[in-house]
C-alpha cells in the first residue's frame, strides 16, 4: 500500500507540473516554482531505531515571486520532504522535512520589513565538543523572526528586530536530551548631527538550555539566562584628518543553573557599566598619533558578559565588592617605507579587585615587515615591558612570521605567532600562546596533485597551572585527473564551559570556580575517496572515527564516534540518480548503555520540475 501511495503521488505531481504551468495567477502576483522530486527504495535499522524499508517518495521544492512590485512584496519558500537520506544533501541517517521561508516587505522605501520561519523535523544535528567533531543528535527545531525599519531624511533612523527560536535534540547512543529555547529583541537608531554620527541601541535576550547529563554531571541541568544592555555612541571628524569616538554600553544578565531536578541551584547575576572614547590623528601621510581611555564599574560582571557573549553559560564570577577598571593609553604609528612600519604606544591600568587596588604600565613597541626577507619571510615583532606598583616587573614578547618558498616544484609555506607574558584584562595576570601551521604542495604530471597541512595551537594563564589548552592536526590530499583521497587527524586537550551548542573553548577566568568547568581531551582521524570514473557519475567515500575524554566535577565519560559514508550520484540534464550507505556507532560510557548503532541505505531516481 506504501509502494502504491508513493508511485499515485508522483504520477498526480507529474500531470501537476502541465496543469500548473498554465495556472494564471492574475494580473499582480507573478510566481516561480520548481521542485527536485525523487522517488526510491530506502531501509534503516539500528538498536535504538525501528528498522523499516521499501519505497520513498521526496522533495525539495522552491517557490519564489511577489505582488504588484518586487519592491512591494516578496517571498519564497523551500519546503523539503523526505531530503535527509545519505544521498542527500543535508547527510544525514534521518529522513527530515521542514521548510524555510522569507518575506520582504516595502523593500526601497522608509518602512522596510522583513519576516522568516523555519522548521525542521526528524533532522539530524550536533552538540558541540571543543576541538572535536561533535556529538550526533537527532530532533526537532522551528525559528521565527521580523524586522521593521522607519527611515526618513534628516530624522534619526529606527530598527527593530524580534526572532525567537527552539530545539530539542536527543544524543545518538543515550536517552539525554539537549534544549534550547532563544528570544531576542533589538532596538537600533542612527543620526547625524552638527558633524556628529550618532548611534544608540537597546537588546534584550532570553534562552533556557538543557544539557545532558554525561556532560553536565547532574540530573536535569537547565541553565535559565535574561539579559539586556542598551548604549549609545558618537564619532566626529577632528583636524589633522583625524577622528573621535565616544561609546557607552549597560548591561545585566542573570542566570540561574538547575540541577538534580531543581534541588540544587547555582545563581549568577550582573551589572556593569563600559565607557570608552579616543582620538586619532594623522598630521602626515606617514604619521599616525592616537589617544584612548576605557573605564569599567563592574570588572566582575564585565568578565561574565565576555563569557555570555562566547556562547557560554557564564559560572559565578566574584572579584569582590566594587571591583572596577580605568585604562589611559596613547602612541604613534610611522610607516618608514612601503614595507617596513613601526608601533609605540603605552598604556596604564588603575584597577581594584579582590578587595586591593592594583597599577600598572605597559609600554611596547613593534615592527613590522611587509616585504619578504631572503624572498622568503614577512614578520610582525613586538616588546612589550609592564611594571606595576607592587614592583613586578616583566619583559613580553609578541611575533608573526609568514613563510612562502618555491623550491623546484615544491610550494611551501607556513606561518608562527607567538606571544608571551601578554596582558589580560586584569593586571596580576598575563597569558601566553603560541600557534602555527605549515603547507607543502606539489603538482606533479598528468593533472596529479598533493597537499598536506600541519597545525598546532596552545594558550592559557602564564601564572594559572592548569588553565592551557592545546591542539595539534594534520591533513593530507591527494589529487588526479578522475580520482582525489584525502586523510586527517586531529587531537586536542583543555579546559571549557558548557554553552547552548556544548562546550565552549575559553581559558579559566580568575574568580570562577573550577567545579564550573569540564575537562575535555579527544582525538580523531578519518578519510575519504571519491572519483568520476565516467562523465556525469561521482562516486565518494568517507570514514571518520572521534575519541574522547569529558570530566567534570563529578563525572567521566569515554566517547566514541565512527560514520561511514558511500554515495553514488549520476545526473543526465534534470534526471539524477543516487545510491548511498550509511553505518554509524556514537557510545557513552557515562550513560551506562551500549553504543548505538545505525545503518541507512538509499537508492532511487530525481528529476527537477519547472511549474512555472
Avoid at 59 to 79: K, M, V, W
Avoid at 229 to 237: P, R
Avoid at 281 to 308: C, E, I
Avoid at 488 to 513: D, E, F, H
Amino acid at each position: 500500500m506504501r509502494a502504491a501511495k508513493c508511485i499515485i503521488g508522483v504520477g498526480i505531481l507529474m500531470i501537476a507540473q502541465v496543469a500548473l504551468a498554465q495556472l494564471p495567477v492574475g494580473e499582480d502576483v507573478r510566481l516561480k516554482a520548481g521542485g527536485l522530486f525523487s522517488l526510491g527504495y530506502a531501509g534503516d535499522y539500528g538498536d535504538q531505531i525501528p528498522s523499516s524499508h521499501g519505497l520513498t517518495f521526496g522533495l525539495d521544492g522552491n517557490l519564489s515571486g511577489y505582488y504588484y512590485n518586487p519592491n512591494f512584496l516578496s517571498f519564497s519558500a523551500t519546503p523539503y520532504f523526505n531530503q535527509s537520506r545519505t544521498d542527500s544533501a543535508y547527510q544525514s541517517l534521518t529522513n527530515s522535512s521542514g521548510v524555510a521561508a522569507t518575506a520582504n516587505i516595502f523593500t526601497g522605501s522608509r518602512f522596510p520589513g522583513t519576516v522568516s520561519y523555519r522548521y525542521d523535523a526528524n533532522s539530524t544535528g550536533t552538540f558541540g565538543l571543543a576541538g572535536q567533531p561533535d556529538f550526533t543528535t537527532h530532533g526537532r527545531g522551528q525559528g521565527f523572526g521580523i524586522g521593521w525599519s522607519v527611515l526618513f531624511p534628516d530624522w534619526p533612523t529606527l530598527s527593530v528586530g524580534y526572532s525567537q527560536g527552539s530545539g530539542s535534540g536527543t544524543v545518538y547512543g543515550t536517552n539525554q536530551e539537549t534544549n534550547s529555547d532563544t528570544k531576542n529583541f533589538n532596538l537600533h537608531s542612527t543620526y547625524q548631527l552638527a558633524g556628529f554620527r550618532l548611534n544608540g541601541y537597546y537588546d534584550h535576550t532570553h534562552f533556557d538550555s538543557k544539557f545532558p547529563e554525561f556532560l553536565a554531571g547532574q540530573q536535569e541541568s537547565t541553565s535559565d539566562t535574561n539579559g539586556h544592555d542598551f548604549g549609545f555612541g558618537a564619532t566626529h571628524n577632528l583636524p589633522l584628518h583625524g577622528s573621535f569616538y565616544a561609546n557607552y554600553n549597560r548591561a545585566a544578565a542573570s542566570s540561574d543553573y538547575l540541577s538534580d531536578l531543581g534541588q540544587n541551584s547555582n545563581s549568577t547575576s550582573y551589572n556593569n557599566s563600559t565607557e570608552n572614547a579616543g582620538a586619532s590623528f594623522h598630521p602626515t601621510p606617514k604619521l599616525g598619533l592616537f589617544v584612548n581611555q576605557n573605564y569599567t564599574d563592574n570588572l566582575s560582571g564585565y568578565l561574565s558578559q565576555s563569557l555570555a557573549n562566547n556562547g557560554g553559560v557564564p559560572p559565578p564570577i566574584n572579584l569582590g565588592s566594587g571591583s572596577h577598571s580605568l585604562t589611559l593609553g596613547g602612541g604613534a604609528n610611522y610607516q618608514f617605507t612601503a614595507y617596513l612600519s613601526a608601533q609605540a604606544q603605552a598604556t596604564h591600568y588603575s584597577q581594584y579587585y579582590f578587595g586591593h587596588s592594583y597599577t600598572g604600565t605597559f609600554a611596547s613597541g613593534t615592527l613590522n615587515y611587509g616585504k619578504r626577507l631572503l624572498n622568503m619571510f614577512t614578520f610582525s615583532a613586538s616588546v612589550v615591558e609592564s611594571a606595576n606598583g607592587q614592583g613586578d616587573n616583566a619583559l613580553g614578547f609578541i611575533a608573526n612570521v609568514n613563510y612562502f618558498r618555491r623550491i623546484g616544484h615544491w610550494e611551501t609555506s607556513g606561518t608562527f605567532n607567538y606571544a608571551q607574558n601578554v596582558q589580560t584584562i586584569l593586571i596580576t595576570y598575563t597569558s601566553s600562546s603560541y600557534n602555527y601551521n605549515a603547507n607543502l604542495h606539489r603538482r606533479f604530471g598528468h593533472g596529479m596533485q598533493w597537499t598536506a597541512a600541519f597545525n598546532g595551537a596552545r594558550s592559557g594563564l602564564t601564572n594559572q597551572p592548569g588553565s592551557g589548552s592545546h591542539s595539534e592536526g594534520f591533513s593530507t590530499s591527494l589529487g588526479m585527473r578522475r580520482i582525489n583521497f584525502n586523510g586527517n587527524y586531529t587531537q586536542s586537550r583543555g579546559l571549557s564551559i558548557l554553552g547552548l551548542n556544548g562546550l565552549q573553548p575559553p581559558a579559566p577566568v580568575p574568580g570562577a570556580s573550577p567545579n564550573n568547568f569540564i575537562l575535555y581531551d579527544g582525538s580523531s582521524y578519518g578519510g575519504g575517496v571519491s572519483a568520476t570514473p565516467l562523465r556525469r557519475l561521482v562516486l565518494s567515500a568517507t570514514f571518520s572515527r572521534a575519541l574522547s575524554n569529558t570530566t567534570s566535577s563529578s563525572t567521566f565519560s569515554r566517547n566514541n564516534t565512527e560514520i561511514f559514508n558511500t554515495q553514488l550520484q549520476y545526473h543526465l540534464r534534470r534526471i539524477g540518480l543516487q545510491a548511498g550507505y550509511t553505518r554509524f556507532t556514537q557510545g557513552i560510557s557515562a550513560t551506562g548503555g551500549p553504543p548505538a548503532n545505525t545503518t541507512a541505505f538509499y537508492f532511487g531516481m530525481s528529476r527537477w520540475f519547472d511549474f512555472f
